[in-house]
């Protein structure tokens, strides 16, 4: 079927922080090509649907949304889908649902404008290829005015654990140049961002050489980017145990724009079920790391992610996460249920499986516990001063969000700009945000 070229697109992404970094990158990309943003998918002759794999419900769900696509007339818009279920379900994707033009993996996407003209001229346009060089050089220059940018040092990973897709959808572990992430730092801040989230699967373990041939870890990344004039915030996610350096963990006490908040999931605080899931690390190797992280910086936020349900997962093994989280006390959390992925080894050990209920008992038990942590965190800020960078307005008139340096939300009145940073007083706090009052000044 040939297209007309499309005039128009729309991306939705789904997924981790890092499918977020490659969906404006690709808005980016067809911006420079002459396409135009359009405000929902409806009104859109393109639309990139950017995929997640990491549970069977998420990928799923593109298939019910490509589904949505049609339109009164019977017509579709042409369809790209991007991403992981992209990477891993490839050509698949096309004979399941016929209405998608363009298939494109995470690590080809610098295609994507070469393929949208393939599909308009009714050619197969599927790119999951992995490149050796990267697609980074082929992306056009940042242009996002936001806030608070996400940007993309580390791709990949090579640690498989047992149970996750990472590894064959995005690729082996690399991490960009130096040069690369620090040129991208300042156009970001150049183009109104104060805050940076430095992304990687597992972004703690970025290692180049900075520009004069000395290898440098994410320690030395930060320290870089800390001189960044304008640049008021720092942050970085999601590290793994195994990489958190003594570097990075002074780097928390020594470097005054890196935030206060650790996201370092643990995923079992049982030690059978981190070696069946191939974590490499103990409980209590993990333990030790919150310690040594909250002797380097007191306040610090810790966040962190869990599965429940894991194949062989007994009672105990699910009271020791208990154990883990109690001991850890955590700001915020995500915990899952385990969902088998094809491919993976954890998919395997069907003898194992544990069922859906009991799954959903701990989970929920899980989950229960995790949220009066992170509603006593939130309490505690309350009669605080602190700093927030304003994000967004809030859904009052008059009202806007800001983040605090320990990633909570706050909704307070002012009409202070969006992107400035104001002092705040905490007057209340809720389950999932806070409210703030502007600081006023003492009399002298
Ligand atoms: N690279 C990060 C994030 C990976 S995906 C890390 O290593 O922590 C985000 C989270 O999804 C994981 O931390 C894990 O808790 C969860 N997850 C991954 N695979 C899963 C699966 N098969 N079933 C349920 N949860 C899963
Ligand atoms: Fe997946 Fe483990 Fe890699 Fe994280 S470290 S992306 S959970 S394989
Ligand atoms: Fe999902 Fe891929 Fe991210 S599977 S969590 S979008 S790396």
């Given at each position: 079927?040939?297209?007309?070229?499309?005039?128009?697109?729309?991306?939705?992404s789904?997924?981790?922080?890092m499918?977020?970094?490659d969906?404006?990158?690709?808005?980016?990309?067809?911006?420079?090509?002459?396409?135009?943003?359009?405000?929902?998918?409806?009104?859109?002759d393109?639309?990139?649907?950017?995929?997640?794999?990491?549970?069977?419900?998420?990928?799923?769900?593109?298939?019910?949304?490509i589904?949505?696509?049609r339109?009164d007339?019977?017509?579709?818009?042409?369809?790209?889908?991007?991403?992981?279920?992209?990477?891993?379900?490839?050509?698949?994707?096309?004979?399941?649902a016929?209405?998608v033009?363009?298939?494109?993996?995470?690590q080809?996407?610098?295609?994507?404008?070469?393929?949208?003209?393939?599909?308009?001229?009714?050619?197969?346009a599927?790119?999951?290829?992995?490149?050796?060089?990267?697609?980074?050089?082929?992306?056009?220059?940042?242009?996002?005015?936001?806030?608070?940018?996400?940007?993309?040092v580390?791709?990949?990973?090579?640690?498989?654990?047992?149970?996750?897709?990472?590894?064959?959808?995005?690729?082996?572990?690399?991490?960009?140049?130096?040069?690369?992430?620090?040129?991208?730092a300042?156009?970001?801040?150049?183009?109104g961002?104060?805050?940076?989230?430095?992304?990687?699967?597992?972004?703690?373990?970025?290692?180049?050489?900075d520009?004069?041939?000395?290898?440098?870890?994410?320690?030395?990344?930060?320290?870089?980017?800390?001189?960044?004039?304008?640049?008021?915030?720092?942050?970085?996610t999601?590290s793994?145990?195994?990489?958190?350096?003594?570097g990075?963990?002074?780097?928390?006490?020594?470097?005054?724009t890196?935030?206060?908040?650790?996201?370092?999931?643990?995923?079992?605080g049982?030690?059978?079920?981190?070696?069946?899931?191939n974590?490499?690390?103990?409980?209590?190797s993990y333990?030790?790391?919150?310690?040594?992280?909250?002797?380097?910086?007191?306040?610090?936020?810790?966040s962190?992610?869990?599965?429940?349900?894991?194949?062989?997962?007994?009672?105990?093994?699910?009271?020791?996460?208990?154990?883990?989280?109690?001991a850890?006390?955590?700001?915020?959390?995500?915990?899952?249920k385990?969902?088998?992925?094809?491919g993976?080894?954890?998919?395997?050990?069907?003898?194992?499986?544990?069922?859906?209920?009991?799954?959903?008992?701990?989970?929920?038990?899980?989950?229960?516990?995790?949220n009066e942590?992170?509603?006593?965190f939130?309490e505690?800020?309350?009669?605080?001063?602190?700093?927030?960078?304003?994000?967004?307005?809030?859904?009052?008139?008059?009202?806007?969000?800001?983040?605090?340096?320990?990633?909570?939300?706050?909704?307070?009145?002012?009409?202070?700009?969006?992107g400035?940073?104001?002092?705040?007083?905490?007057?209340?706090?809720?389950?999932?945000?806070?409210?703030?009052?502007?600081?006023?000044?003492?009399?002298?």
């Amino acid at each position: 079927m040939s297209r007309t070229d499309p005039k128009s697109y729309f991306v939705k992404s789904f997924g981790c922080q890092m499918n977020v970094y490659d969906g404006e990158r690709m808005a980016e990309l067809l911006d420079a090509k002459g396409l135009s943003p359009a405000d929902d998918a409806d009104a859109a002759d393109l639309v990139v649907l950017n995929t997640c794999h990491i549970r069977e419900k998420a990928a799923e769900k593109v298939y019910s949304d490509i589904g949505r696509m049609r339109r009164d007339d019977g017509s579709t818009p042409m369809i790209a889908v991007a991403g992981c279920v992209a990477q891993a379900e490839g050509a698949e994707i096309p004979r399941r649902a016929r209405e998608v033009d363009i298939v494109v993996g995470p690590q080809a996407y610098h295609n994507l404008p070469e393929l949208v003209a393939k599909a308009a001229r009714g050619e197969n346009a599927l790119d999951t290829d992995m490149p050796a060089d990267s697609k980074f050089g082929a992306l056009p220059k940042r242009a996002k005015q936001a806030p608070s940018a996400f940007l993309t040092v580390q791709e990949g990973c090579d640690k498989f654990c047992t149970y996750c897709v990472v590894p064959y959808t995005r690729g082996a572990e690399i991490s960009r140049p130096w040069a690369a992430i620090v040129d991208e730092a300042k156009a970001l801040v150049d183009a109104g961002a104060k805050e940076i989230t430095l992304l990687g699967q597992n972004v703690n373990a970025w290692a180049a050489e900075d520009a004069s041939g000395t290898m440098q870890g994410l320690d030395g990344l930060i320290r870089a980017l800390d001189g960044i004039t304008g640049l008021e915030r720092i942050r970085y996610t999601t590290s793994h145990p195994n990489d958190m350096t003594d570097g990075l963990i002074a780097a928390h006490a020594e470097v005054e724009t890196l935030m206060p908040y650790l996201h370092l999931p643990v995923q079992s605080g049982s030690d059978p079920i981190l070696k069946a899931m191939n974590r490499s690390h103990s409980a209590e190797s993990y333990l030790k790391i919150i310690e040594r992280m909250r002797a380097a910086r007191p306040d610090i936020a810790i966040s962190g992610d869990f599965i429940v349900g894991f194949p062989g997962e007994s009672d105990s093994d699910f009271e020791a996460t208990l154990d883990i989280v109690r001991a850890t006390n955590y700001s915020q959390a995500f915990s899952f249920k385990y969902s088998a992925r094809p491919g993976t080894p954890a998919a395997e050990m069907t003898d194992d499986f544990i069922p859906a209920e009991l799954a959903d008992e701990r989970l929920q038990r899980l989950q229960a516990l995790l949220n009066e942590q992170q509603m006593a965190f939130n309490e505690q800020t309350v009669g605080m001063r602190t700093r927030l960078l304003l994000e967004r307005d809030g859904r009052k008139p008059g009202q806007r969000i800001g983040k605090s340096p320990w990633l909570q939300s706050v909704h307070l009145e002012t009409d202070a700009a969006i992107g400035t940073m104001v002092d705040v007083d905490i007057v209340s706090a809720g389950p999932k945000s806070l409210g703030g009052a502007l600081a006023r000044k003492e009399a002298a």
